[in-house]
């Protein structure tokens, strides 16, 4: 396998797992749920190198693509994503090598939230920080969620955003279309 899904929510089995999971069996990915690892957050003493990060990162790093899963949280990433993201400062001050191994990947970002439309600060956290480790940003595919996630209600923005993914083509406008699906 060569794509990897990293989920971070609150919920194991809530709407951004079960987008993960839809996406997974899509693409052929294997899903890294976040909450299985113990991830401190940043700490600018690098007292916490007996977590779970570095073991994580030497995983994730066998992957050549990377899509990023998250609920949006008051418009942000959840926490349990944010401090993972925050700990990709590790790679920029005690680990370089394995942050400039970073370049040679691509990401992407799925989500999951209640508005019909997302707001852009959500994705520009990501693509912000892809952008700062020089990682090729393919796109972001958003899903509304009204209550609980449902498969066939989202299966034909999955089929287009996989389709676009296996080609390698720019997906960056997979999600205004998908949400246009929705309405
Ligand atoms: C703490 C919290 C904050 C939320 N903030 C937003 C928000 O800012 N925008 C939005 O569209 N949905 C928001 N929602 C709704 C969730 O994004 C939505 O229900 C999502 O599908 C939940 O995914 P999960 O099951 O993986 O947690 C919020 C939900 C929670 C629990």
Same mark, same amino acid.
């Given at each position: 396998m060569s794509n990897v899904i990293i989920l971070g929510s609150s919920?194991? %089995?809530?709407n951004t797992a079960g987008l993960a999971n839809h996406l997974a069996t899509t693409i052929n990915a294997e899903i890294v749920n976040l909450n299985n690892y113990r991830i401190l957050p940043y700490d600018y003493a690098h007292k %916490?190198?007996?977590?779970d990060f570095s073991g994580l990162i030497d995983h994730l790093i066998t992957y050549k693509r990377l899509i990023f899963a998250s609920p949006i949280y008051w418009y942000s990433p959840s926490a349990t994503m944010k401090l993972f993201i925050d700990r990709l400062c590790d790679l920029t001050e005690i680990d370089k090598t394995r942050g400039r191994n970073l370049r040679l990947k691509s990401a992407a970002v799925i989500s999951t939230g209640a508005a019909v439309e997302v707001d852009s600060c959500f994705e520009q956290i990501f693509r912000k920080t892809f952008d700062y480790f020089s990682i090729k940003y393919d796109g972001m595919l958003y899903c509304q969620c009204e209550d609980d996630y449902v498969k066939t209600h989202h299966n034909k923005a999955v089929d287009l955003f996989a389709t676009q993914f296996r080609s390698g083509?720019?997906?960056?406008?997979v999600e205004s279309r998908m949400m246009l699906e929705n309405n």
């Open positions: 919920r194991d %089995n809530g %916490n190198q007996e977590d083509n720019d997906m960056r406008d």
